[in-house]
């Protein structure tokens, strides 16, 4: 059976705009890219129960990366569901820690005091990842078909998930807000543009970007 993929938009703190996280379905089992912010928490598990997820049929939760807008709600799924996360190790810390600027460009110390303060990303949040996956790594072994795309540039761990059938989940590399373009904010912004030129010597078909809507990927101009 081929992959079903739902894009679940899900809302961000203090009215900053949404962030998606996709569904993919495959026969009974479900895989989830990224989670959301906890403050969308109550949306998320609405939008899972609606998709006929039950506990023990979420058999892995793919982190692009440690932004608190990613995984947000990936301790507390793994509670409920029984789910495996999985990232890269350069952003564990992230998500083991709660530091979003843990292997990135410090910034100055009142961002570093404010940010936790904003972002929901409190000590429940917090946990190790179940699976540290690594750049060309095989996902058939958890019954997904796709492998994992090393991408750096808004983040040391940033990932993609690249399906078999050219879909890219690309967390937060690439955007759609008003066109398809590489992400505003990035923290090596020549890393990104080297993950960017990597990408575009892929089988991509289509785009799944952390922020807009789904694109394809010929739609992509420029850099």
């Known amino acids: 059976m081929k992959e079903h993929i739902q894009t679940l938009p899900l809302p961000m703190p203090f009215h900053m705009g949404l962030v998606n996280s996709y569904l993919i379905q495959k026969d009974s089992d479900f895989f ?9 928490r109550r949306v998320l598990v609405r939008a899972l129960e609606n998709a006929g997820c ?12 440690g932004d608190f807008d990613h995984t947000g709600n990936a301790a507390y799924l793994r509670g409920l569901y ?27 110390a009142l ?13 429940t949040e917090r946990c190790a990842p179940d699976i540290l996956l690594q750049d060309g790594e095989h996902l058939s072994a958890y019954g997904l078909d796709a492998r994992v795309v090393g991408i750096p540039g808004h983040s040391q761990g940033s990932i993609a998930i690249l399906t078999v059938d050219g879909e890219l989940f690309c ?7 008003k066109n398809p373009a590489l992400g ?4 090596d912004a020549s890393t990104a543009r080297t993950s960017l030129q990597k990408l575009r ?23």
């Open 32 to 40: 989830l890219i990224d989670t959301g912010s906890s403050y969308s």
């Open 54 to 65: 039950k506990p023990g049929q979420l058999k892995l939760i793919l982190l692009t990366h």
């Open 111 to 123: 961002i570093r005091t404010l940010l936790p303060m904003l972002s929901g990303f409190g000590k």
């Open 82 to 108: 029984g789910a495996k996360i999985a990232m890269h190790a350069a952003d564990a810390e992230m998500l083991e820690g709660g530091d979003m600027f843990e292997g990135r460009k410090k910034p100055n």
């Open 171 to 177: 967390g937060d590399l690439l955007e759609n807000l």
């Open 201 to 223: 010597g892929l089988n991509i078909r289509v785009v799944f970007p952390g922020h807009g809507r789904p694109f394809q990927m010929h739609e992509l101009t420029g850099e």
């Open 184 to 187: 505003s904010i990035m923290d």
